[in-house]
């Protein structure tokens, strides 16, 4: 049940509830942390030169003061981590404390346990499994917006559950502009369900350095239902890591139009690790590659079809359907009824209500 690697940190971000009282750091704590993070940079790190570069660069500014005035664990957690992503120029670098977090490593095989696998569910529940809306829009066009990619088997019945409700539309409108990762496997599931069945698919593929191992992930055969009408994917900077990985996935299969921003940037997936004195940090161990284009989106992002700021991108990609839609009609009252429809999105007016006969 446990996942081998995770493109984001999901279970680290639970431990962001704000401290009853500032909780006080020392400078031989501090170095104790820099040390420990150098460690693991050089250990784990998808990239060994740069772990080692950015280790010694941070040792390097310990011993210069940099840190001196970051008395408290809160305040060191978020300078430390700040300067780990601008040395280390990666996205995925987060420094935390918390003294009752207990990471699950990429490289730990064990069973989760029982009290483990309830706070996974509880966590996926109250994140309504990722799912922030699912809605028919005017024209009989669908809207499922995805926050993020909890783990598949609490996440997965809930998407295929969103995608039955919208299986009837005449095309889908994706909305990952609010999307900050997840589960790899998670990506895959509900990619799967937007191909023919029978038509399998490589995905993606990860890296893992601990590991010296790549995995590959593939649609899966078995999900229902199957939507093969069009699908249009929204993205913004917000966009990241598996969620950039869903949209680099529906571009590179050719089965998606992209609309929106240029997605984050960060291609580099990991897991949590402890350091010292209540501190942990997220270390990307793997990186994405790509069967099709051989590469990631790492730094560059990934790029819309069609760019449009992201507060207008929902708005350009429902008036591009209709649109096509309108290109095929025949049927005269049909093509009236649209043409209403259209003209009311172009100007961003909802559907009216009816309450009355």
């Known amino acids: 049940m446990r996942t081998s690697i995770c493109f984001t940190l999901p279970a680290l971000v639970l431990t962001l509830s704000a401290q009853e009282a500032p909780v006080p750091v020392t400078p031989d704590q501090q170095k104790a942390v820099v040390e420990a993070l150098a460690r693991e940079l050089k250990a784990r790190y998808v990239f060994p030169e740069v772990a080692e570069k950015t280790g010694t660069a941070l040792k390097a500014r310990l011993a210069k003061g940099a840190y001196l005035g970051a008395t ?3 305040a060191f957690a978020e300078a430390l981590g700040k300067d780990l992503r601008d040395l280390g120029q990666d996205g995925h670098f987060r420094v935390r404390f918390d003294p009752a977090f207990q990471p699950m490593g990429d490289d730990d095989d064990r069973p989760p346990t029982r009290e483990e696998v309830a706070q996974m569910r509880l966590a996926s529940q109250r994140r309504a499994f990722g799912i922030a809306k699912v809605e028919q829009l005017q024209g009989n066009v669908g809207y499922l917006d995805v926050r993020g990619f909890g783990p598949t088997e609490f996440v997965g019945p809930a998407l295929s559950s969103a995608l039955q409700i919208l299986s009837g539309t005449e095309a889908l409108i994706l909305d990952l502009r609010q999307n900050g ?18 038509d399998s698919r490589h995905l993606n593929s ?13 649609t899966s055969p078995t999900v229902a239902p199957r939507y093969t009408k069009p699908v249009y994917v929204l993205t913004s900077a917000r966009t990241f890591s598996g969620g950039e990985e869903c949209a680099y996935d529906f571009q590179t299969q050719k089965r998606a139009t992209l609309v929106g921003e240029t997605t984050g940037g960060g291609a580099n997936p990991g897991g949590a690790v402890l350091l010292a004195h209540g501190f942990f940090a997220f270390i990307p161990t793997g990186r994405a590659i790509n069967p099709v284009t051989n590469t990631n989106w790492e730094h560059v992002g990934v790029k819309p079809d069609v760019a449009a700021p992201a507060a207008e991108a929902l708005k350009v990609a429902h008036v591009a359907i209709l649109r096509a839609m309108l290109d095929t009609e025949k049927d005269p009252g049909a093509r009236k009824r649209m043409e209403a429809t259209l003209a009311r999105v172009e100007k961003g007016e909802p559907e009216p209500p009816r309450y009355t006969r």
Request: charged content about 20%; aromatic content about 18%.
């Open 72 to 74: 408290s664990a809160q």
């Open 206 to 218: 990860i890296y893992n350095r601990p590991k010296n191992t790549t995995r590959q992930y593939w």
């Open 181 to 198: 990762g997840g589960e790899p496997e998670s990506v895959a599931y509900l990619v799967s369900h937007f191909f023919e069945e029978g």
